[in-house]
């Protein structure tokens, strides 16, 4: 691999997802001689069986299978939740169904005879896609699994604190001390790993766009 070539994230795969035998061993090779781990599958119904749903992956895809066709195997992964980067592999004939796919998401098409090279950089763009989202997803399960473990109290405390309302202002609305709302407010800033309801504030923001 040269200075220029682009590298994976770390545990990366690519799924080759092709009928031919051929095309699938040298796709592979291909890869593995960019140090990109691969996994091969004969057709879109083995891939969705066994292939995974999310993480640091992506897919590449012919568009022409035999039994289930490149695009119904597209369009079920995303029917099933998977948002997991595409590339088709396409001839020329199926450009305008690959520019279709592009409309509903796939992350781009390869046109068939396609450079090594140019296949194998996208296909890491890909792979620093599905990574970044897959930190996305990974930190929103954290922030819930957090604000999960408030308390009903404590979680009162959290909506009116990022709301900039005072100490004093948080315990006149739900009818307590001062003293029970700075205690709230401690365990709500360790619970959530935040030190001012500054970084709360801007946490939740991130979190619920």
Known sequence: MTDREPAPPPGAI??????????????VFLFASRAIATRAWAGGEEFLAGGP???????VLDIRLGGISGLETFERLRAAGSRLPVLFLTGHADVPIAVEALKKGAFDFIEKPFDDNALVDRAVEALHSAAAASSVVQRR?????????????????????????????????????????????????????????????????????
């Open 14 to 27: 690519v799924h080759v997802v092709d009928d031919d035998p051929a095309i699938r061993d040298s796709l």
């Open 53 to 59: 749903a999310a993480g640091c992956a992506c897919v």
């Open 141 to 209: 399960e954290s922030i819930e699994q957090m604000l999960a473990g408030l308390t009903l109290r404590e979680r009162e405390v959290l909506d009116h604190l990022v709301r900039g309302e005072l100490n004093k202002q948080i315990a006149d609305t739900l009818g307590v001390s001062m003293r029970t709302v700075e205690v709230h407010r401690a365990r709500v800033f360790e619970k959530m790993g935040v030190r001012n309801a500054v970084e709360l504030a801007t946490l939740l923001a991130a979190f619920r766009n």
